[in-house]
T-cell receptor, first 112, second 110 residues
Framework: EAGVTQFPSHSVIEKGQTVTLRCDPISGHDNLYWYRRVMGKEIKFLLHFVKESKQDESGMPNNRFLAERTGGTYSTLKVQPAELEDSGVYFC??????????FGPGTRLTVT | GQNIDQPTEMTATEGAIVQINCTYQTSGFNGLFWYQQHAGEAPTFLSYNVLDGLEEKGRFSSFLSRSKGYSYLLLKELQMKDSASYLCAVSWGATNKLIFGTGTLLAVQP
């Protein structure tokens, strides 16, 4: 069984540019979560999808971040325009129900 | 609010036993997870405790006391490959989102 995959693994962009991160959850997992780890800090929750519906986006930093999950399969997280403080590792996780969340390898975003 | 505390770093010897503690203060607690994360890789699931007590899985065990807001991860027969960051995370709220501690970086020495 394939695990959670994320693309790209690394992204370096300039302040003001746009970046889109992609997450492909494990097939059949309805729950999809986005998290972020800023350097030196703990991993923090961003938002949660059940299928294509956003259940909780209380962790989204501001309206420069937009997440979608069209069709309830893969999800994208767009940052527009990117700021320096957006740098960090963005993790995606999926789960079939209320149990274990399986994490992807993360996308390391660097905004210069 | 939610707060999770765990030691920043620990060092142990190959073949020994190490216990990594985690304390938490949260509302809406659903369960407690332990993840292992090697540098540059995805966090990997180790254990999930919902009820009080000890859960054993091979060389790894995890304990939970909900009344004390306390958990520990016990690693036995340490191997060099166990050198990694160990993340304590509380599953919280209706959406089961995870609230993480900062992680404990474990160094296993020969």
């Amino acid at each position: 069984e394939a695990g959670v995959t994320q693309f790209p693994s690394h992204s370096v962009i300039e302040k003001g540019q746009t970046v889109t991160l992609r997450c492909d959850p494990i097939s059949g997992h309805d729950n999809l979560y986005w998290y972020r780890r800023v350097m030196g800090k703990e991993i923090k929750f961003l938002l949660h999808f059940v299928k294509e519906s956003k259940q909780d986006e209380s962790g989204m930093p501001n309206n420069r971040f937009l997440a979608e999950r069209t069709g309830g399969t893969y999800s994208t997280l767009k940052v527009q325009p990117a700021e320096l403080e957006d740098s960090g590792v963005y993790f995606c996780a999926s789960s079939p129900s209320s149990g274990e969340q399986y994490f992807g390898p993360g996308t390391r975003l660097t905004v210069t | 609010g939610q707060n999770i505390d765990q030691p920043t770093e620990m060092t142990a010897t190959e073949g020994a036993i190490v216990q990594i503690n985690c304390t938490y203060q949260t509302s809406g607690f659903n369960g407690l997870f332990w993840y292992q994360q090697h540098a540059g890789e995805a966090p990997t699931f180790l254990s999930y405790n919902v009820l009080d007590g000890l859960e054993e899985k091979g060389r790894f065990s995890s304990f939970l006391s909900r009344s004390k807001g306390y958990s520990y991860l016990l690693l036995k027969e340490l191997q060099m490959k166990d050198s990694a960051s160990y993340l304590c995370a509380v599953s919280w709220g209706a959406t089961n989102k995870l609230i993480f501690g900062t992680g404990t970086l474990l160094a296993v020495q020969p």
